[in-house]
């Protein structure tokens, strides 16, 4: 008899979607508004022509309306189902590497030394080889495979991966990993329009692969990628805000190995020796797949390939970070050096 596998239960922590029903009412309420404006419009002594006219600039002003409110409706479900489709693989990674999901607010502030606040939340959090390992998770279809890293969170993570750093025999480590599905332009739905069943299905039976890239690594990946910069809002108002696309191009030769990091790096225009600055000669690469176990309620998760990029000696790129973190931060990567700039301040 064959022994069949325990299966997997994941159980990702979704937000309830917005229901349509609500808005078509809305919607067929300017309707109604619409065609007793009309109604009165052929009542009155008008010539055709003039009645024409404001007919059509009604229908206009009506239409933007309904627009408005089917746009703002939908915008409010993607961002719902961009924050489940985060939840299904963080319950993923936490069922493949156990840890602890973090479910801190973006809001949430961490007090440093000097009083200023930051922005720390890491998706996962968990111990390996007694390293303890900060964790961030991106997710995205393989139509739209740029996805978005925020500098500001990089900052902030490498500030706690050198204060941390300073204990005794204390090896913290920071990781990025990249989920990727597929999601076709002739996918007849839309993300915001699944409901959270429909989206875990769809995830499940379309999960494509997993790149994982330690910190070194991400930072090559942010040299060879686009720098943007987007307006957001904070609790401070009105902020530019920098990110990086991280090309979808670099994060498939990385899976497959066909271009070593190495290479990567002497194809970049810099003043430095990447290879020898970012310790990129000390990475291993190892390819394997997700287990054939894991389920979403009844759907079965598609098998997956997983891309891991680990620091031979870890240990290594740890100690050649906190002894040129300054330079490498500011002068290569481009960042803020939170950590150097506490030490800066007189006491």
Not at 45 to 71: G, H, M
Not at 90 to 115: H, Q, V
Not at 173 to 193: A, C, G, H, I
């Amino acid at each position: 008899m064959v022994k069949i596998a325990k299966r997997v239960q994941i159980k990702p922590d979704f937000q309830e979607q917005l229901p349509k029903a609500p808005v078509d009412k809305k919607v067929e309420g300017i309707r109604q508004e619409y065609l007793a404006e009309v109604e009165q419009i052929k009542q009155r002594a008008l010539l055709p022509e003039s009645k024409e006219r404001r007919i059509k600039e009604l229908k206009e002003r009506y239409d933007s309306r309904i627009s408005f409110v089917y746009t703002s409706f939908y915008n409010v479900r993607l961002n719902i189902a961009k924050g489940n489709v985060a939840a299904f693989y963080s319950e993923i990674f936490d069922t493949l590497f156990p840890g602890k999901i973090m479910r801190r607010f973006k809001g949430d502030k961490e007090t440093i030394a000097n009083g200023e606040e930051i922005n720390f939340h890491p998706d996962h959090i968990r111990w390996e080889n007694d390293k303890k390992i900060f964790t961030e998770i991106k997710s995205i279809s393989t139509n739209n495979s740029r996805p978005l890293c925020s500098d500001t969170q990089l900052e902030n993570y490498c500030f706690d991966l050198l204060r941390d750093a300073e204990q005794p025999l204390f090896e913290p480590q920071l990781e990025y990993v990249f989920f990727r599905y597929q999601r076709s332009k002739k996918d007849p739905v839309k993300t915001s329009k699944l409901n959270n069943q429909e989206l875990a299905q769809r995830l499940a039976r379309k999960t494509n692969d997993l790149l994982m890239v330690p910190s070194n690594l991400f930072f090559l990946m942010m040299l060879a990628s686009k720098k943007v910069k987007m307006d957001q809002t904070t609790n401070k108002g009105p902020d530019e805000a920098k990110y990086h696309k991280i090309y979808g191009e670099l994060i498939s030769q990385l899976h497959t190995g066909e271009v070593t990091p190495a290479e990567i790096a002497r194809n970049l225009t810099s003043r430095v020796d990447l290879t020898k600055e970012l310790c990129l000669d000390n990475l291993d690469y190892t390819r394997t797949e997700s287990p054939n176990n894991l389920y979403y309620a009844i759907f079965k998760v598609k098998p997956f390939s997983i891309t891991r990029y680990q620091n031979k000696y870890s240990r290594a790129w740890l100690e050649h970070f906190r002894q040129n973190h300054k330079r490498i931060l500011t002068e290569i990567v481009g960042l803020k050096d939170i950590y150097q700039d506490l030490r800066d301040v007189p006491f």
